[in-house]
Every structure is written in C-alpha cells, then in structure tokens.
C-alpha cells in the first residue's frame, strides 16, 4: 500500500477524531522515518515524546521478542515478576514507595484522581478537590478532560464530574487564593507541554511543595510528557529540588508499548487496597519486560548524557534562528523538550518543515515543539536546523 490507499481506509473506517499530516509512516529507525511511499523523514516528534530510545532500538526490540517468547499475558489476579521488577526499579530511582500499572497517561492520571478521592475521605476529612493549572494537559477521560486547563479538551462533554478547578500556571499566589475547605491535591506538570513547552519559574514547584506541607495537600506531578529522560533527568522533578506525594508517567516508559503508571509515597497509597481500583492490562509481562529494558538502557549507555549534550546543541541553534527572524518570539525547554514560540500561528511550518523531511509538532498554537529521541546525534540536530532555518526564511 502506498500513502495515498491508506489514507482512503484511514478517511472511510477510522474514527474522525484526527487531524493528520498527509504522511502514512511505516518504518522506523533511530532518528528517522519512511513513509509509504519511500520518503525519510527526520523524526523530531518520536511519537509525541514516546520513542526515547528512538524507532526500534535494539534493546526494545530484543526485550519485546524475549518476553513475548516466555509470556505475554497473564491477569493480576496472580503475581507477575517484570511488573514487580518494573515497580522495584521505579521506586528504587524515584522518590516513590509503590506503582499502580495502567495503559496510557489518562489512566494514570485517573489512578492518581482515584487515589485523591480515597485518601481525602479517609485522611483529610472528606476533601476531593483537585487544583490545577490553565493550559495543562491531564487526558481525555471525563476526569482528566476536567482537570485539563483548555477549552477545546472539554468541549461538548458537560456535564463534567465535580471536584476540579483550574489557576493560571506558575502563579504561587493564585493557586494559594485558590485553596478551600474542599481542596485535597495540587497537580501540575513540572513543565507544560502541550500548553506551549512551559517551564516555571525556578521557585514555583518548590512554593506548591511548601504549600501543600503547609495546608496539608497532596502534590502530584504530570510527568507523562516529561518523565523518563525528556529532560536530561530520570524525572523532570529532579531539576527543581523538589518530590511529590504522588506521579504519573505514561509516553516514554514502554519504549513505544501502552504502558502507564501511577507513583505514590507509601503513606498515600496505603489508600488502595485490594479491588479499589484495577486494569485487566495494567502491568501485563510483555509491557513491563520492555519497560525494564526502557529504564536500565535510559541510565546506561549515556543516553541522559546525550539528551543535556544535544539539548543544548539544539537550544543554542534555536536561539540563533530567534535572532536571525523577529518573527520568533521565545525560545525554551529543558533537555529534548524545546518549544520556539512564533509571533503567528506554527502550522504552515510545520508542513514545510514535513515537506523538507523535517517532523516537528506545534503545540499552544504558536509554539513549534521539537521532540526528537533522546539518542539523537549532532549531524541529525544540525540537519534539522539547517531545514528549519531554509523553511524560516521563506516567511
Ligand atoms: C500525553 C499526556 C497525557 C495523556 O496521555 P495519554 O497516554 O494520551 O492518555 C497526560 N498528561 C500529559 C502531561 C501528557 O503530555
């Protein structure tokens, strides 16, 4: 099939919930993508943040082909030794005492509104409000659309469950204005991806940790987009000297496999108990075996080393194009989550940049995200800046 037979199987059976760029991509390798018809493309998008380790790394896929040999499924009605080693591993290089395994980052932002809702009746008195912030993103369950702080998420779904209020983001005192008699939890990303590659300022997470010792709150951290390397960082958290009661991650952690998770100190999680929440996949051996094989090859082989090297590479290159072109506005990130916010909408580049070879995503609008695998190399980073430069100057 070429790309233009599957785009008609895509326009005539599959649901009309995306906008998508007119590529079919159908191999992968690294920092890079074919498409149906033969086309390479830089891939600075890598599933949104879920290739890492970049398209079909080898120890992905040797992990994939080993577990799915041994055992591929079982239910949690018994145990499961890679979801318990995975959850060792978590808890071992996090500030974490226990991990519920879910599929996708709404599910472990889910998990996490669950055990708010659990540890508030049991522990705070019946309090279930959950703060968060304008411009998050948490997902697209009815709960976690609620929690989103944008408009279009929530769009033609009322009623929304009770129980969420949102602030503007990186503003201490509106969200300490904002706390009640009902408040439970604070959760934020410690960096805003989809509203526009957002890092707050270097106190903000600190302020909400003291706020929520102070008012007896639970923090909890979206690290679904930023956890697992993005940064430079196991966990983006580590950047800023701060530790949640409570994380989500999703994306990165199954090397391109569903796999979510919900982390919590032991004190917090101690509110599940067996049957108050479950997943018939959650943390199934195939999952968990690659997402073992994730983490250990994040933290060796110099991958977070190469993701501050390249990030860099790639922020200064950035930087360089904002002084050459007014029209860009900002340029930010940490590690391999970079934005470039435009004066104009980012879509048009987007396409060129697609049509050069070059995927990158635009996010809040005016903000072009720049993803690629944390195994990036120079040549591929230069090549992608050399791209977007030819694509800026035709504006
Ligand atoms: C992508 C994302 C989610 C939702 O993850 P899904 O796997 O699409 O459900 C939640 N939070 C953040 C910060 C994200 O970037």
Redesign the pocket.
Known sequence: MKNRDIFKLTDKYVANTYARYPVALVRGKGARVWDADGKEYLDFVAG?AVNNLGHCHAAVVRAIQAQARKLIHVSNLYHIAPQAELARELCRRSFADRVFFCN????A?EAAIKLTRRYGAERLGGKYEILSTRNS????TLATLTATGQEKVRAGYDPLPAGFRQVPYDDLPAMEGAIDGKTAAILV?PIQ??GGVVVPDPGYLQGLRELCDRRGLLLIF?E??VGMGRTGKLFAYEHFGVEPDVMTL??ALGGGLPL?AMLAKEAVARSFSPSSHASTFGGNPLVCGVGLAVIRTLLQDGVLKNCVKMGKLLFSGLQRLKKRFPFVRDVRGRGLILGMELEHDGSEIVQDCLTEGLLINCTAQKVLRFLPPLTVGKKDIERALSILERVLARR
Not at 104 to 107: D, M, P, Q
Not at 137 to 140: L, S, T
């Open positions: 949104i996708s980052g709404a599910e932002n993103f948490h997902g697209r990303e991806g989809e979206d679904v987009q999703a994306k979510g």
